[in-house]
């Protein structure tokens, strides 16, 4: 099964996105008119039935307000989600009560107990005790209450009918689980506890369940950090680090906010701006867990306290290297004998460059006589699923070659970052804008790079912002580059799941950031010293090859919960309500 994560979008959408509480109370009275109605059509209004239906079904609707309080967990189970659950409980009452025509007593609460029940199960887990707990506040009440108001003679008869709808429910839940083990058992993942990581951190923004889970599965690499620190008169002024790892999946799972912390803890422990570029790795190398990230910044920070006075340089090329292709557009320049290239997309985006042209890039570095390339996705433009890689090699090789004939001189550096007053739902992350000003001493070019914390740029707000800086402080290249941070993707209130940059009226406010960042740079520019290196750090947790296996898991799981194991259990019940009910 081929899945990719807009499908997985798609597949919590259908679970998660509900409406406000005020519409679910509404939706919460169709099922009751619909009660009235058919028991006026049916005659029922003065019969023993409407009475006892109508009590099941005031308990059928309160029932599940009662699980924030049995499972102390009101973050999970907010209004809106035990409204919807109130909702379906009350229709599923409604459908069975009409289609055995009221004859079904207390068993017709089955149906609506076992969705709760299995609710619970999936987001929080559960036990016997607690079921039959949830269980018992719905039917114990509606029990004694239709007992007394009927006066019903055939008592053993209606206790077999009690302990039935305490049973079937519960039954009809592990039939559901069954499904799942089963599914799981052919994709080999475990898909409820794979599924519970994911309600929790939809739901409740914890990622820890579901990093738990990760962490026991993903697959165990080395992966490796570049970093540039600048100097001016022996102060450090600024770090860039561009990792060999992916920020992602998304919120605040795995790696997704590595970018944000990072700026975070540099300016923390080392007193400058610090940025995160998003090199050339795609999703199969997320970081699996927090603990991951925490580990690469330990050493990471170990490595920048270190001072390698053999690597510092003050010469560069600071007049680019542009190579376009059909598909692609590379700038590239060098720092000391470090190649830097930045891929952007012409007119189109890129998901995301394979890390092998990376190791490409690498390879050829050295021919052309450079100790080392990083290859800077720029993400920068939307996605397009018809973009051709295979130009990328030759243009990598071009644009080497041509930075290897160029003049080196003394640079100027300075780098500001700002934080953006936008939230992460609407597509800014907490790492902000960043302004990476360069000035070539001799050659007088000035080339200025954007930096934003955020995933994707629309087409049109990259050009103006571009067209606006050159204008403005008369430099000679501007580019507009993201991390593609993930944690401002896996929101709800985008059909992309995420905002790229430009793409909101609140995203104008960075043309004035940008501006005011570059203003402070080049006011603050100086001829700088530099000192580039790259750290390997072993044993760390990835996704690798699971990723696709992880796409699948859902769709398995959203099929094997959704379209088989639900259905199922409710044509048990149905039949075996349908069956007693012909004997009442």
Not at 261 to 286: M, P, Q, T, W
Not at 365 to 377: A, R
Request: proline residues 3%; charged residues 20%; glycine residues 6%.
């Amino acid at each position: 099964m081929n899945v990719s994560s807009i499908d997985i979008e798609r597949y919590f959408r259908r679970l998660f996105v509900l409406p406000s509480v005020y519409r679910l109370v509404l939706l919460i009275m169709i099922p009751i008119a619909t009660y009235f109605i058919s028991c006026f059509m049916l005659s029922f209004y003065h019969t023993k039935y409407f009475i006892e239906g109508l009590i099941l079904l005031i308990f059928t609707i309160l029932s599940p307000y009662l699980i924030p309080l049995l499972w102390h967990d009101k973050k999970t189970y907010n209004p809106v989600r035990i409204s919807m659950i109130a909702f379906l409980s009350a229709t599923l009452f409604v459908i069975t009560f009409l289609i055995t025509m009221g004859k079904t007593r207390i068993l017709g609460l089955s149906p609506s107990l076992y969705l709760q029940l299995l609710v619970v199960q999936l987001i929080s887990g559960s036990s016997l005790v607690k079921n039959i707990i949830l269980e018992g506040l719905s039917i114990i009440p509606s029990f004694w209450l239709t007992l007394h108001i009927n006066a019903y003679n055939k008592l053993t008869y209606e206790f077999l009918l009690l302990l039935l709808t305490f049973s079937l429910p519960i039954l009809a839940v592990n039939i559901t689980l069954s499904y799942l083990r089963h599914y799981s058992s052919i994709i080999k993942m475990d898909l409820l506890a794979l599924g519970r990581g994911f309600a929790r951190m939809w739901l409740e923004g914890d990622s820890s369940h579901l990093e738990k889970e990760l962490f026991k599965i993903c697959e165990t690499a080395e992966v490796q950090v570049h970093y540039i620190k600048f100097y001016n008169n022996g102060k450090l002024t600024g770090i860039i680090v561009v990792p060999e790892f992916h920020y992602g999946p998304f919120r605040n799972l795995g790696s997704s906010q590595f970018p944000a912390v990072l700026s975070y803890e540099i300016k923390e422990h080392f007193k400058c701006d610090g940025i995160a570029l998003h090199g050339a790795s795609s999703h199969e190398r997320n970081l699996a867990s927090s603990a991951d990230v925490k580990k690469v910044l330990s050493s990471l920070f170990k490595a920048l306290r270190r001072s390698n006075r053999i690597l510092v340089r003050n010469e560069g090329i600071i007049d680019p290297v542009k190579i376009r292709g059909h598909d692609f557009e590379i700038i590239g320049i060098a720092l000391g004998k470090i190649a830097i290239l930045v891929v952007s997309a012409l007119d189109k985006g890129i998901e995301d460059i394979p890390s092998e042209y990376w190791e490409l890039a690498k390879k050829l570095g050295v021919h052309y006589g450079f100790e080392d390339v990083i290859l800077v996705d720029a993400h920068n433009g939307l996605l397009s699923e018809n973009i051709d890689f295979a130009e990328l090699s030759d243009l990598i090789s071009k644009s080497l070659r041509e930075l290897s004939f160029k003049k080196r001189e003394p640079v100027k550096f300075s780098m500001v970052t700002k934080r953006v007053p936008i939230k992460e739902e609407l597509g800014i992350g907490r790492a902000g804008l960043s302004v990476i000003y360069l000035e070539g001493l001799r050659s007088k070019r000035k080339l200025v790079f954007v930096v934003v914390d955020g995933n994707n740029v629309v087409p049109e707000f990259r050009c103006r912002l571009k067209r606006f800086l050159m204008e403005r402080f008369n430099v000679d290249l501007v580019e507009l580059l993201t991390t593609d941070t993930h944690s401002v993707s896996g929101f709800l209130s985008s059909s992309r799941g995420y905002f790229a940059i430009g793409e909101l009226p609140e995203h104008n406010i960075l043309y004035e950031i940008a501006a005011q960042c570059l203003d402070q740079a080049i006011k603050s520019c100086s001829v700088s010293s530099f000192e580039c290196n790259v750290i390997t750090i072993k044993s760390v947790k990835i996704y690798g090859g699971l990723l696709s296996k992880m796409y699948a898991a859902v769709a398995y799981g959203y099929e094997a919960l959704v379209k088989r194991g639900i259905p199922i259990s409710l044509i048990f019940l149905t039949c075996i309500i349908l069956l007693l009910s012909s004997t009442l």
